[in-house]
Nanobody, 123 residues
Framework: QVDLVESGGGSVQAGGSLTLSCAVS????????MGWFRQTPGKGRERVAS????????YYVDSVKGRYTISQNKAASALYLQMTNLKPEDTALYYC????????????????WGQGTRVTVSS
């Protein structure tokens, strides 16, 4: 059984920073893709960042490039998302995901999902 548990969400003011963590169990960090998605009410999930586990190649949506950094820690079975210079439009429920979908693809075709952690950015 694969379990993904996100943590690190919270409320910050614009310009602030947060680091999200995803504790992973039951999923191999040898291959495949992991990523962070976000969702706001009335909208579908948006892929924010993803990383190929084998090569550590990373992909970002344009709106977060230069502000967000995705990383993995194989030894700790964890995925992270460092978020800096946060903006009110970054407010969303953030999900950790894992699977075999093409990492460069922006679709939400992941096989496994966490329950989400909420990020709120006030102006």
């Amino acid at each position: 059984q694969v379990d993904l548990v996100e943590s690190g969400g919270g409320s910050v003011q614009a310009g602030g920073s947060l680091t999200l963590s995803c504790a992973v169990s039951g999923y191999s960090f040898v291959s495949g893709c992991m990523g962070w998605f976000r969702q706001t009410p009335g909208k579908g999930r948006e892929r924010v960042a993803s990383i190929y586990l084998r090569t550590s190649s990373t992909y970002y949506v344009d709106s977060v490039k230069g502000r967000y950094t995705i990383s993995q820690n194989k030894a700790a079975s964890a995925l992270y998302l460092q978020m800096t210079n946060l903006k009110p439009e970054d407010t969303a429920l953030y999900y950790c995901a894992a699977g075999t979908w093409p990492c460069s693809d922006t679709s939400d075709a992941a096989n496994y999902w966490g329950q989400g952690t909420r990020v709120t950015v006030s102006s």
